[in-house]
């Protein structure tokens, strides 16, 4: 059975560290601030300029000049600190983001990513995807295994324009958690009920199966 997407942030949440500077991306990355694991402390960026932030707000707290990158309305931890734009993206070009956790349209066998647009669509713009893929010391992709047309999302090569080249080690679908290596997806793990088969036959490009690959434990 495919991951819910609250199932999937509480998966990649298991990847942060105790000390961790972490950009979350709009959509299902944003999750992710929901699951952090007792006892690791972290501080969440925002590349419009906040660094700390908080828990989403409660109707009654809602700030509305207190916003993340994609508008939404978000709190401050005690501790935060608030600058501008220009020296939120000087943090993240001069590599002081530890993780960035992202959503994508694409991901292929070489790392690359594409994650912006696709055209003939209405789109708002790269934002900061293409600074913190160029920058982050390292990034996972968050998204569905296939697209609602049920077409692969896991290629050999982008058709989309790219984000990013070769900056993509790690992904988590709502089918499998893979890293990439030597040209290829290696399946590392799968979601509870799905079966070997099944990740076979959504992704289109390559893939190894190691000898054992176990199922998620939530």
Same mark, same amino acid.
């Given at each position: 059975m495919a991951l819910t997407?609250?199932?999937?942030?509480?998966?990649?949440?298991?990847e942060l560290q105790d000390g961790y500077y972490v950009n979350l991306g709009i959509g299902i990355p944003t999750l992710v601030a929901n699951y952090i694991p007792e006892g690791v402390n972290v501080m969440l960026q925002s590349e419009n300029g906040l660094l700390g932030m908080g828990p989403f707000p409660a109707e009654d707290e809602v700030d509305a000049d207190m916003i993340n990158a994609g508008k939404q309305t978000v709190?401050?931890?005690t501790g &935060? !600190?608030?600058?501008?734009?220009?020296?939120?993206f000087a943090m993240i070009?001069?590599?002081?983001?530890?993780?960035t956790v992202l959503g994508a349209f694409e991901v292929d066998v070489n790392g690359d990513i594409a994650s912006w647009m696709v055209?003939?669509?209405l789109v708002k713009g790269m934002g900061g995807a293409m600074d913190?893929? &160029? !920058?982050?010391r390292n990034i996972i992709v968050i998204m569905t295994h296939a697209d609602k047309a049920g077409n692969s999302k896991l290629l050999d090569a982008c058709t989309l324009p790219l984000t990013g080249k070769g900056c993509i080690r790690r992904v988590l679908t709502d089918l499998a958690w893979l890293e990439i290596e030597g040209g290829a997806f290696v399946l590392r793990e799968r979601a509870p009920g799905v079966s070997v088969e099944e990740?076979?036959?959504?992704t289109a490009g390559k893939l190894v199966?190691?000898?054992d690959v176990p199922e998620m434990s939530f």
């Open positions: 997407r609250e199932q999937m942030a509480q998966r990649v949440a298991r709190t401050a931890i &935060a !600190a608030i600058f501008s734009s220009a020296e939120s070009r001069g590599g002081h983001v530890d993780l055209p003939g669509k913190l893929v &160029a !920058a982050a990740i076979r036959a959504k199966v190691p000898a």
